[in-house]
């Protein structure tokens, strides 16, 4: 199974977040939400998270910036369960780093969701796509 497509929603007055109902089954057994990266959040269901986190600890070594990389993902992870109308609570200081207020864009991207705050998600997508096909060229022929 793989999370794909783009869902525009909006955090509640006390931030929390809704998933949409076609990708709740995703996150049955719960989720993990951290510090992305490009000022989003990581949003995985267990066993992407189990994947994602061991792969950090087998490629973070003891170098000061592997240090810093295991620090920015494991220190703001944070794990719950949806409620019974497919909410989550974004704490405030995972909501402040991706400048999260009203308006958020989940993406999905293949093992994870990522969570933007809207005006941030349009911003980056702008950008992208006056690069993507030097994007596209540039992995051309390569073996993914």
């Known amino acids: 199974m793989a999370l794909l497509g783009e ?7 006390k ?39 061991a792969n ?7 170098s000061a910036r592997g240090r810093q990389l295991s620090r920015m993902f494991f220190s703001m992870a944070f794990e719950a369960t949806l409620d019974r109308q497919g909410r989550v609570l974004i704490p405030a200081k995972l ?4 400048g999260l207020e009203r308006d958020v864009t989940l993406t999905g991207v293949d093992d994870r969701l990522e969570i933007w705050d809207t005006r941030e998600w349009n911003r980056y997508v702008e950008g992208a796509d ?15």
């Open 15 to 53: 931030g929390r977040l809704t998933l949409p109902s076609k990708l709740r089954p995703y996150f049955e057994g719960g989720i993990v939400i951290t510090k992305g990266v490009d000022r989003c959040l990581f949003a995985f269901p267990p066993e992407e998270w189990a994947a994602f986190k």
């Open 95 to 98: 909501a402040r780093y991706a």
């Open 7 to 13: 869902y525009e929603h909006t955090l509640d007055e």
């Open 56 to 62: 950090i600890k087998a490629n973070a070594d003891l």
């Open 130 to 144: 006056e690069t993507f096909a030097d994007i596209v060229e540039e992995f051309a022929g390569r073996e993914l």
